[in-house]
């Protein structure tokens, strides 16, 4: 089996997800009274995080928790209706000439995945329309009645993460990696593009730029 890896945010979505999640929350007409207390929390890590004290990773992932958090009263059926409000929008964004190479690698019989530190909602409602055959993302922990639940920590899809969500999920199956493709578009997706034989780097920052180059990627 050949597969077809997708990152998310600045290849799939031409922009940055979480920039637009803050956005949404300041200004929801039923939740931004939820913002303020969210921004509070989440100052102090993106200030430790711009002064070098606090790594890009640990960063990610307590905004990730702080927004899921500042949310924790919706019930699950709210929240997909939350992330599905944003659908519209961030759809205008899909960069149309990667949306393709999905379409195409679907029609070639591959096995498609999207695989996204974004939550996972928020993938299944702004990829409305355009199939995967796996979506891997940020799940946000829920209890069996559909509340949310305190007790448990996101687990944020990041770095090496990626690649132990890829192989739990194709686990048992024989894959072709040299003829497979993964497509991303920063530094952090490296472990996932050296999986495969046909890496694609997409508008990518420019660490990932001067890998494609000097080892002879595809850059989109």
Not at 30 to 35: A, N, P, V
Not at 173 to 184: P, T
């Amino acid at each position: 089996m050949k597969v077809a890896i997708f990152d998310f945010d600045g290849t799939l979505y031409a922009k940055e997800t979480f920039q637009l999640l803050m956005d949404h929350l300041k200004h929801h007409p039923t939740y931004s009274t939820k913002y303020k207390s969210f921004f509070r929390e989440i100052l102090p890590i993106y200030i430790g995080y711009k002064v070098k004290v606090v790594p890009e990773a640990k960063m990610r992932e307590r905004s990730m928790q702080i927004y899921a958090n500042a949310l924790h009263t919706l019930s699950k059926t709210e929240l997909e209706r939350y992330f599905d409000e944003m659908k519209i929008i961030m759809q205008q964004d899909l960069n149309e000439e990667v949306v393709a190479r999905v379409r195409q690698h679907l029609s070639d019989g591959m096995h498609v995945m999207l695989v996204s530190g974004a939550y996972t909602p928020l993938l299944h409602a702004v990829t409305d329309g355009i199939v995967f055959n796996t979506v891997i993302g940020t799940d946000i922990p829920f209890t069996a009645d559909g509340t949310f639940d305190h007790h448990s920590e996101i687990y944020h899809i990041q770095g090496k993460r990626k690649t132990e969500m890829i192989m739990k999920a194709l686990q048992g199956e024989q894959i072709d990696w040299e003829q497979s493709f993964a497509y991303g578009d920063s530094y952090s997706d490296l472990p996932v593009l050296e999986l495969v034989g046909n890496p694609v780097a997409v508008k990518p920052e420019e660490r990932l730029k001067r890998i494609a180059l000097e080892r002879n990627w595809t850059i989109l």
